[in-house]
Nanobody
Framework: QAQLVESGGGLVQFGGSLRLSCAVS????????IGWFRQAPGKEREAVSC????????YYADSVKGRFTISRDNAKMTVYLEMNSLKPEDTAVYYC????????????????????WGQGTQVTVSS
């Protein structure tokens, strides 16, 4: 099973930016797709963005389209989430996770379709 470590979270003001990193190590044969997810207090975990490790196909939640960008560095086994124009509603714990199968549609960019998870990093956006 792969090990994932998120970093880059923190406190930022409305309209600010953050860059999250997800470093993958260990049993990486399930590194077919990486997803970023978030969970706010009292809410279910939701998908933010996913990327296929093969062809770089990406998917985004409607709420972050145009503001967030997911990217990958396969040589470093690291996936990034560039977050711009942050809003208070983006406040959540952000997790990355791997999927042992490639993404074939946006349907699979959901928490139920991902296996190995990191511990999460807190993102707080003040108004």
């Amino acid at each position: 099973q792969a090990q994932l470590v998120e970093s880059g979270g923190g406190l930022v003001q409305f309209g600010g930016s953050l860059r999250l990193s997800c470093a993958v190590s260990g049993f990486t044969s399930d590194y077919r797709a990486i997803g970023w997810f978030r969970q706010a207090p009292g809410k279910e975990r939701e998908a933010v963005s996913c990327i296929s490790s093969s062809d770089g196909t990406t998917y985004y939640a409607d709420s972050v389209k145009g503001r967030f960008t997911i990217s990958r560095d396969n040589a470093k086994m690291t996936v990034y989430l560039e977050m711009n124009s942050l809003k208070p509603e983006d406040t959540a714990v952000y997790y990355c996770a791997t999927r042992p199968r490639y993404l074939t549609s946006s349907y699979y960019c959901g928490p139920a379709h991902f296996g190995s998870w990191g511990q999460g990093t807190q993102v707080t956006v003040s108004s």
